[in-house]
């Protein structure tokens, strides 16, 4: 099975990312911001917790967010692969996540990780903020706030997948198809 991760700051664009992949090379794909707001729709106990820390622009505490993980996994059957959209932001849920592959005899393959400047990431959260009704889009400070959470807790983990020789870099400014193309040329090789 093939398992990719796809990092980099908020709206570094992995979301837009994570569609084309799954689309190209037939993967689940699980973006743990997405399951915080399913939850939070619904008004679930772990939905109401985790916007807490979401709507501050923070990170939901890693137990919350590994347990959260790990039910999905256990959930999917007869997959091809996955892609990791937002997951790990912490060493310690990469710690986690690699402890629940090696128990399935798998491992992760590649990390790709977005590269775009400050000031551009609080650009697009912005725009996108004009319409998607996030708590945690529609206000800079707040934007800044999930900034440096990536930098003190999340940035780390590229380190973590470089150290096994699993990281690679993408430039993420440019057109998506062209971000698409460049990400294709890490992963073909890898899939095949
Ligand atoms: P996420 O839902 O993961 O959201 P994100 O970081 O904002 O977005 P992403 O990088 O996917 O950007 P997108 O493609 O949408 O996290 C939200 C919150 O959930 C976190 O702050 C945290 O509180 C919590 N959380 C989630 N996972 C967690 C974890 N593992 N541990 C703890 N807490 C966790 O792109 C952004 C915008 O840019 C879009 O509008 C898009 O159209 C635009 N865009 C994309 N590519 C572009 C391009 N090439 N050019 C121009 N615009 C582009």
Do not use: W
């Not at 501050?56 to 890693?62: A, E, F, N």
């Amino acid at each position: 099975m093939l398992h990719i991760i796809l990092f980099g700051p908020p709206g570094s664009g992995k979301g837009t990312q994570a569609s084309n992949l799954v689309e190209c090379y037939g993967l689940a794909h699980i973006s743990t911001g997405d399951l915080f707001r399913a939850e939070t729709s619904a008004r679930t106990p772990l939905g109401l917790q985790a916007l807490e820390y979401m709507s501050k622009g923070q990170l939901v505490p890693d137990e919350v967010t590994i347990n959260m993980l790990k039910k999905k996994l256990e959930s999917m059957v007869n997959v091809k692969g996955v892609i990791y959209d937002g997951f790990p932001r912490t060493t310690a849920q990469a710690e986690a996540l690699d402890k629940m592959l090696s128990e399935q005899n798998e491992q992760i393959n590649a990390l790709v990780a977005l590269d775009v400047p400050d000031d551009e990431i609080v650009r697009r959260i912005l725009k996108r903020g004009e319409s998607s009704g996030r708590t945690d889009d529609g206000d800079e400070s707040i934007i800044r706030k999930r900034m440096e959470e990536y930098r003190h807790k999340t940035s780390d983990v590229f380190d973590y997948y470089n150290s096994q020789s699993k990281a690679y870099k993408v430039n993420g400014m440019g057109s998506i198809d062209d971000i698409f193309i460049a990400m294709q040329n890490i992963i073909d090789p890898i899939a095949s």
